[in-house]
């Protein structure tokens, strides 16, 4: 019954093992590789101190090498390459997405609430008022620059970005001024001066004085003195406050927000990612910015998604009936030619009908040939805009139902129709009562697979109109055309700009909802039709 | 009696262009309407003004100035990365899926029914909905390893075959069905391994499902926007999809006679695949939509 338990009546392959075979080498050297490549990992997940890459890493080795090593776990030899992707890059994504959906990540609630205190410490340092300067040598090692100094008592001190300043042994200095570090190479000052690159840099480097971001740091304005910088904030962990010292203003951790907040309300800008529970969810519906604009991109969505499929589907449709007509010749040549907006890239096809439905008939060839020279706005104006989406989709999809329907038609029994002529049926009768169910039971799950794709259809509309024309009445980045899946794109922020990682995150996830219902659907027809597990 | 033949001839005329001929004007508008814009394009490319002029007569002025321009440009670094990472994905997702396909269809091993739902049900959910959890997830794997973080294709192509058993695993294990259990069963009696049985006799028999799976996968991987250009940050990694989006994207500086030369030389290998293996692409299609 099952391959994976039936002893074999011989000795197994494995035991009448004569020698490397090719296979077994390959085998061998495949393996090493997964090994050296899960352990390389591994360490430098220990390295940087990401615990759960490590553990991962080694679970899949480990995992991987029971598998490949084990005469048993047939199945499991096949599926497990593809299987480790699947989970890593899309089982756990999704669960990721799920995760950040309930939380603030994004713009200034990027990290932990230790690195958003060491963020705002170091933000706001100021230079230490009547603070002693020292004379300043320029370091370059292989971390990037640093700095030297000497240091009250008379020794060596050096350190980089990330090496807090730290006394130097065997360090040569010429009066005050530092002239070798061992380790590191000196910077002279017309070395400096004559890279720009470098200037930035050493301008821009803060060396600390500890490890504690409290301390301050060493900083320089011109390249040959340091002077000390200190915070204006000042941290205090046991009762969890930030005081402004030039002010007095106490800032509170809000823990429900991530958020440093005073009495007045107002917070530090740097926060920390905490979690809101479903709070990402409602600001979809009644934030201001988001809930009108999402209301309108939801129903342009499925308007959208439908009317693409219904009129992609009639057209194709009208245009197999037409032509699966055995006394047409040339019928090959033609089928291949009405193909052809199908087989071109739809990206390519997006942005060619962006460049030809330019409003200039100047340089729109659409207004100049077919709309005699009137200047008509395809791209900017709300409706038009819709009409020339659904329009340029029209042209990329009706190729692929007139295929589907063409080859649908062509495997419907024709005794049936025949069998109804006989009885008298008419032509559009025979259609309505015999072709077009047939046709239905082979055609709706491609059609429902049409919807679902078309309500992620990112490439149509953004390469299209990019959204646009913007909405008035909001500040978010959101238009006429935006459909979810561009609107989750623009608020994502990983373009740039302000990111909202858990509101976007959240609207992913009802997109994935909606998606995984309409795909639900489909395979319960598809499943009465064909046994599919 | 040659007056009624020949009514009768303008009778079968008649009836002709009636029910037949005049679908060969229609046949003539369809085709006006699927091939001017690709017939404009490639005679924007051929023109030597940079941009898309709204001039009524196409191919008026041949010129190979928009091509020689190309030279000049990243496109070339652009269309070697999106073959690269087209290849790779394909060639990944093509070995993966069949391995899986083969295993769901010939081994009855504890879980099978249920590995079978759970990916029916992942592979529901569309992998670019998740991409902001793909964004945070490189950041972390750069950190551990560069490779595997932003900016890398390599990162891009593990990212795309984590979408690889989803999408082709069903439409491959419907093929694999149907080729005869008796084959491998013949095969083993002889002497054969479970891996030679699989490499030499179950994937000679699939390559029509393979073609299929090659070109959907090859097709969408070179036409993905979203990924590729939250994944590539720097200029000489993005694929022609975002390089080409970035050249028109902005309405004052778009570069329209390069955009049209760089298109023809774009959309030729995939209209090529397209032609070629029309009639497996229909089998494909019926079997289980990707593109469309």
Known sequence: MSTDTTAAPRESHARAWEGFGWGFAAKLVLMAAVNAVGLYVAWSAWDVEQWGVLVVSLALVAVADVVYFSRRRLAGKYIFPGLVFLLVFQVFTMAYTVYVATTNYGTGHNSTQDQAVDALLIQNERPVEGGATYPLTILISDDGPGFAVVGESGEVLAGTAEEPLAPVPGAAVDGERVTAVPGYDVVDLPTLLADTDLQQDVLELRVPVSEDADDGSFRTREGSRATVYASSLAWDEDVQTMTDTTTGTVYRADQDTGNFRADDGSTLPVGWRVGVGLDNFTKAFTDTNYSGPFWKITAWTFSFAFLTVASSFLLGLAIALLFNDTRIRGRAVMRTLFILPYAFPAFLSALLWRGMLNSNPDYGIINSLFFFGQRIEWLTDPTLAKLAILGVNLWLTFPYFFLVCTGALQSLPTDIEEAARIDGAGRWRQFRAITLPLLLISTTPLLIASFAFNFNNFVIIYMLTGGGPRFTDTSAPLGHTDILITMIYQISGVQGGSADYGLASALSIIVFIVVGAVSAVAFRRTRKHEEVL | MSGSDATRTSARRRRWWAEVGWKYPLAALVIFYAAFPLAYVLSASLAPSGTLTGST????????????????????????????????????????????????????????????????????????????????????????????????????????????????????????????????????????????????????????????????????????????????????????????????????????????????????????????????IVGGLTAGSVKG
């Open chain 2, 57 to 280: 007569s196409l191919f008026r002025e041949i010129s190979g100035q928009n091509f020689t321009a190309l030279g000049d440009t990243r496109f070339w670094q652009w269309a070697a990365n999106s073959m690269v990472i087209g290849v790779s994905v394909v060639v990944g997702a093509v070995l993966m899926g069949a391995a899986a396909a083969y295993a769901f269809s010939r081994f009855r091993f504890t879980g099978r029914r249920l590995s079978l739902t759970s990916l029916l049900i992942v592979q529901m959910f569309p992998q670019m909905l998740a991409f902001i959890a793909i964004f945070l997830l490189l950041i972390t794997l750069g950190s551990v390893v560069p490779a595997l973080g932003l900016n890398s294709k390599i990162a891009l192509v593990c990212v795309y075959l984590g979408g690889a058993l989803g999408s082709n695993t069903f439409l491959m294990y419907g093929f694999f069905n149907t080729i005869p259990r008796e084959l491998d069963e013949a095969a083993k009696i002889d002497g054969a391994t479970h891996a030679q049985t699989y490499w030499t006799i179950i994937l000679r028999l699939v390559t029509p499902i393979l073609a299929v799976v090659a070109l959907l996968t090859f097709v969408a991987t070179f036409g993905d926007f979203i990924l590729a250009r939250v994944i590539l940050t720097s200029e000489q990694n993005w694929t022609l999809a975002v390089g080409m989006y970035a050249w028109v994207s902005d309405q004052l500086n778009a570069n329209w006679g390069l955009f049209a030369a760089g298109a023809v030389i774009a959309s030729l290998p995939i209209l090529a695949l397209f032609l070629f293996l029309q009639k497996y």
